[in-house]
């Protein structure tokens, strides 16, 4: 077996949207480990408590592992490493089209109540929220990946450049170790083999370049 990898998806979906990078990076013998969370009616950070719980109670000491998270799932991937036993697991991170600074349209959903009442993932995404949570930095090595091709509905929702859901900008934060933007729109960006080529090559020398 290979080296273990935790790919974590985002809002409203499941493990299965996760299954084409897990179909590459298993031919590139990683030994993937998808999940499926609560990410609709539960705030992330119920997610993070349950990967947390995994990394500390499956992951021998001295072992470490791969986290890739798509979209919400890079923010529970960043309350995970806030963890210095579950960061202490870690070798390096890469958060796929994740809303780092929060999501403008899950903003605008907050307006519409009583939508981020009842999709509370939504509520912990919106700006206003993300500015106001503290992450724990950590000594893990994180690279983002972002998409630029507006390629879907509520993309014209946004003024800024976007992948059709998330800001290209939002993607962006200032600890990380690269930053790369990709022609895809939100729902394809994860399930490219050129995505899955550049996560191996930051897995294994932290850079995508």
């Keep these: 077996m290979g080296e273990k990898v935790f790919l974590i998806h985002g809002f409203n979906k499941g493990a299965a949207d996760m299954y084409p990078l897990e179909h590459f990076l298993s031919q590139m013998v990683y030994d993937c480990i998808t999940l499926s969370f609560q990410l609709r009616f539960h705030h992330f950070d119920e997610a993070a408590s349950v990967l947390q ?10 072992e470490k592992v791969y986290l ?7 923010i529970v ?3 995970v490493l806030s963890d210095p036993e579950c960061a202490g ?23 519409i109540r009583p939508f981020t009442l ?3 993932t939504l509520f912990s995404i919106t ?5 106001k949570y503290t992450f724990a930095v950590s000594n893990v090595e994180i690279g983002a990946i972002a998409g630029d091709h507006a390629g ?15 800001e290209t900008a939002s993607v962006w934060m200032p600890e990380m170790k690269d930053f790369l933007i990709l022609p895809y729109h939100h729902k394809q960006i994860h399930h ?13 020398t932290g850079s995508f370049h």
């Design 53 to 62: 719980s995994l990394l500390k109670e499956k992951i021998r000491d001295g």
């Design 68 to 74: 890739i998270g798509h979209s919400t799932g890079g």
């Design 77 to 79: 991937i960043r309350k």
């Design 89 to 111: 697991k870690v070798s390096r991170a890469v958060l796929i089209a994740t809303p780092n600074q929060g999501s403008g349209l899950a903003g605008a959903a907050h307006l």
């Design 118 to 120: 009842i999709y509370k």
């Design 127 to 131: 700006p206003a929220y993300m500015k």
């Design 152 to 166: 879907l509905l509520l993309g014209k929702m946004l003024r800024q450049r976007n992948d059709g859901r998330v």
């Design 192 to 204: 490219q083999p050129e995505t899955a080529k550049l996560i191996h090559r930051f897995f294994q």
